[in-house]
């Protein structure tokens, strides 16, 4: 629990706690990866994502951990981007424009620099990113297909900052 103040080391038992589940911590885990896709349920997120090897929610997922780390040149980032970079095209593209502009905490360190966007959408090419004007993605990836949730509207209204 969180406790302003400091908390005696040497007697862990006298730390504040509340009590959990087995099942309340597994679906706190289930509730960010839907979250952070849009998916209201487990069902529909399962049937889309059952199968993949990758999915922009998770990446951004991965760079949220990264941005919670106090120090901002954290190895991770590095693996992150390398690993984007191995994507195939289109989704590659979209992961880095995505995770480029999504809004960050403090200004910390972002994943991309501009010209990494510009580069990414100028490899989308111009039609593809005007078809991002009226919310469709030319993706597998199914959390980067157009959705009406708010989760995704503020994700697609970042992305076409750059048009």
Request: charged share 20%; glycine share 6%; with cysteine.
């Amino acid at each position: 629990m969180p406790v302003a103040g400091p908390l005696p080391p040497d007697k862990p038992e006298a730390w504040p706690q509340a009590p959990e589940t087995v099942g309340g911590l597994a679906w706190e885990v289930v509730r960010r990866y839907l979250s952070e896709s849009g998916y209201a349920n487990f069902s529909d997120y399962w049937k889309d994502h059952k199968d993949r090897n990758y999915s922009v929610s998770w990446f951004a997922l991965r760079l949220r951990r990264v941005w919670s780390f106090d120090y901002l040149n954290h190895p991770s980032m590095d693996v992150l981007r390398h690993e984007i970079s191995q994507l195939p095209s289109p989704d590659g593209q979209w992961t880095v424009l995505w995770l480029g502009t999504l809004p960050n905490p403090n200004n910390v360190v972002r994943p991309y620099a501009e010209d990494d966007l510009i580069r990414n959408a100028t490899e989308l090419g111009h039609g593809v990113l005007l078809q991002l004007l009226s919310g469709h993605f030319q993706s597998t990836d199914p959390d980067l297909r157009a959705r009406q949730d708010p989760t995704y509207t503020e994700s697609q209204q970042a992305c076409r900052l750059l048009l």
